[in-house]
């Protein structure tokens, strides 16, 4: 099932306007949401087929809203891509033992995103 549309999860403005645009010019349609309160709201709203996760965020971090979503059974089968400035391998593996699907670090690479997308499709 290929990917229609995204859910991008970042308190900094200035990435989710380079997802958004990045995602767009695939054809994609973009929700955003600034925090996790925000992330479940545009989840209750409309279900997307990946969410894209930053990890550093006031409140609730991404590493705890995946591990929610992930064994929220409405929304389990969502796939969840981390997009985060933290780089090392413990927190790779600690991404993906709360449910992501992928890691990605932060600038993003336009073609490594898309490669992570297509391998869920």
Not at 1 to 30: A, C, N, R, Y
Not at 76 to 104: H, L
Request: hydrophobic share 40%; proline share 6%; net charge negative.
């Amino acid at each position: 099932m290929p990917i229609q549309k995204v859910l991008v999860v970042d308190d900094s403005k200035t990435e989710l306007m380079f997802l958004t645009d990045l995602l767009q010019k695939k054809g994609m349609q973009v929700r955003t949401a600034e925090n996790a309160e925000e992330a479940f709201r545009r989840l209750a709203e409309e279900k997307p087929d990946l969410i894209l996760m930053d990890v550093v965020m006031p409140g609730q971090n991404g590493f705890q809203l995946t591990r929610a979503i992930t064994r929220d059974p409405l929304y389990a089968d969502v796939p969840i891509i981390m997009c985060t400035s933290k780089n090392q391998e413990t927190d790779r593996v600690w991404g993906m033992r709360q449910g992501a699907r992928g890691y990605i670090t932060k600038p993003v690479d336009p073609a490594e995103l898309q490669a992570k997308i297509d391998a869920l499709s």
